[in-house]
């Protein structure tokens, strides 16, 4: 069955270190995106690309980073210079043009916890 | 701008009871409108849509009906079950084409919580 895997399910780094999360899509959708998500404040927009070789910063893209060499893959980079990098982080795709019917399939997401 | 505003959760209710979780958007064109839910511990799962005025989303007993004179899309469901107990997030998206535009913006989820 098609699909977005994240991984690792659960994280743990120590303060200072970078640290990336994987997500892979056997979907053959053409956009991902990377959302945080904090108690009681909803999903929050951190990178999003629409092309392989191209992406676009979000609502609090500071202290991370992205890749999209493969249509499959978009890790995400948590760098020492994210202030409060403990959060739920979950991946997304879609189908470019077609959001409007269909909108996003979701990972089930990666806990990052830094100690 | 664009956004969603959900009526601030908790949401306690015993079993089968009615559900209602309000959901209001601000768009500057013509939205698509989803609910969407999310179980402890996991990602987001698709869980109805409308993409036009009057349209009514319906999946595993939940509806919503898109109400364009209101700005709304109210979720639904005659009688919850413990097992509705969750995160349920409205989210609507604007042009089928490429862009930020396209882009889906969520309000900040309402918890469920479905006593026996």
């Known amino acids: 069955d098609g699909g977005i895997t994240q991984s690792p399910k659960y994280l743990f780094r120590k303060e200072g270190q970078n640290v990336t999360l994987s997500c892979e899509q056997n979907?053959?959708?053409?956009?991902m995106y990377w959302y945080r998500q904090d108690p009681g404040q909803g999903l929050r927009l951190i990178y999003y690309s629409q092309i392989v070789n191209d992406f676009q910063k979000g609502d609090i893209a500071e202290g991370y980073s992205v890749s999209r060499e493969k249509k499959e893959s978009f890790p995400l980079t948590v760098t020492s210079a994210q202030k409060n990098p403990t959060a739920f982080y979950l991946c997304?795709?879609?189908?470019?043009?077609?959001?409007?019917?269909?909108?996003?399939?979701f990972g089930s997401g990666t806990r990052l916890t830094v100690v | 701008g664009n956004s969603v505003t959900q009526m601030e959760g908790p949401v306690t209710l015993s079993e089968e009871a009615f559900l209602t979780i309000n959901c209001t958007y601000t768009?500057?064109?013509?939205?698509?409108l989803f609910w969407y839910v999310q179980y402890p511990g996991e990602g987001l799962q698709l869980l109805l849509k409308?993409?036009?005025?009057?349209d009514k989303g319906s999946n595993k007993g939940f509806e919503a009906t898109y109400r364009k004179e209101t700005t709304s899309f109210h979720l639904e469901k005659g009688s919850v079950q413990v097992s509705d107990s969750a995160v349920y997030f409205c989210a609507l998206t604007l042009a089928s084409y490429g862009g930020s535009q396209g882009n889906l913006i969520f309000g900040k989820g309402t918890k469920l919580s479905v006593k026996p």
């Open positions: 997304a795709s879609s189908i470019e043009g077609r959001r409007i019917n269909y909108g996003y399939t």
């Open positions: 768009a500057t064109g013509y939205p698509s």
């Open positions: 409308a993409t036009k005025a009057d």
């Open positions: 979907l053959n959708h053409d956009a």
